[in-house]
């Protein structure tokens, strides 16, 4: 925040050392420059940690192989590996909650929901995104902003009573197209970083999260789903065409 | 005699001296800067303004000195005026870090999901 400059005194003639003196004291209060915050100062990320702001996050994606997760940053041992591309062959990405600089504090697409660790950041490459989405599981509806300016909004579906979606801060993981556009998916699936929190498999996979399409408009509205956010298939096709792996959502309710 | 009159002329070149300056220089010193005191600092555009002309037989100020009160000769050779540049390191303007690309949209991957659905 910048702080205004005292205004200068036109004094005309002033001989003395006194008046001079006394005009310097008066304008010494000159405003610093207020200094950004720069990256890697050790400060949260844009919408870290639940706080669903305006301002655009950090994507990072591995550059490698394989990437080492440490549970504190400059540990020596890594208390994880995860391999790149992940299972579906996509480019391994992260959500960045905290850009230390050498060190980047991420959100884990592992159990338990919400896990984060630290990587370092020549390892992966840096991107950001304005955009995130909200979900709210009681209302039924999601809004997709992008920065202060909410750009979709729109009705879904939810997990059922015994397979709820649970609340958290995700992000998107990879973007499928299922071969058979009027399955089960839709036309597109976003898989989350979350799990179900009460299956521990499903359909052969680990029960992750996703987001994504139906033609059923039943669908939508009711608590439906294993798990999954379900939205109309408009929807999840303006979303794969513009939204980003590594896009926050937040789900609420 | 003799000595009214030394003590006259005394007294006429003190007040050119001390006496006729102009107002706005009245905090400035009473002996005229040397050569080397002169400031940086431009000098009125007419230093001799107010300066009363030595009466006959009154002996002048010495010549090569910094002349009138006000007035500066040239800097000595090799004197240079101080750099207003900022020296390194101080008030040195500071690169900005590289901003992140912006992430574009992915191309989906045709696969069967197996999500929670």
Known sequence: MRRSTPPRRTTGALPSLAAAAALAALTACSSAPASEDAPGTGEPAAGASGDAGAEAVEIATVVGGEVDVHAEKEDAEASQTLTSPNDFGVDRTFLVERNEGEWLEVLLPVRPNGSTGWIRSDEVELSTTAFRVEIDTEAFEFTVHDGEEEVRAGVIGTGANETPTPPGRYYFTELLRPPDPDGDYGVYAFGLSGFSETLETFAGGPGQLAVHGTDDEDALGRQVSHGCIRVSNDDITWMAENLPIGTPVEISG | ?117
């Not at chain 2, 009214?4 to 400035?28: H, R």
């Not at chain 2, 000098?43 to 009160?69: F, I, Q, R």
């Not at chain 2, 040195?92 to 912006?102: F, G, K, L, Y």
Request: charged residues 20%; negative net charge.
């Open chain 2, 1 to 117: 005699m003799r000595l009214k009159t030394s003590l006259f002329a005394a007294g006429i070149a003190a007040f050119a001296l001390f006496g006729a300056a102009p107002a706005f220089a009245a905090d400035e010193p009473a002996v005229p800067p040397s050569q080397s005191d002169c400031p940086a600092v431009p000098v009125p555009a007419d230093p001799a303004e107010g300066v009363v002309a030595p009466e006959e037989g009154v002996v002048a100020p010495e010549e090569g000195g910094a002349g009138l009160p006000g007035e500066c000769a040239e800097p000595e050779p090799g004197v240079e005026a101080p750099s207003e540049e900022p020296s390194p390191g101080e008030g040195a303007s500071v690169e900005p870090d590289p901003v992140a690309p912006e992430a574009a949209p992915a191309p989906p991957v045709e696969q069967d999901p197996n999500y929670t659905g």
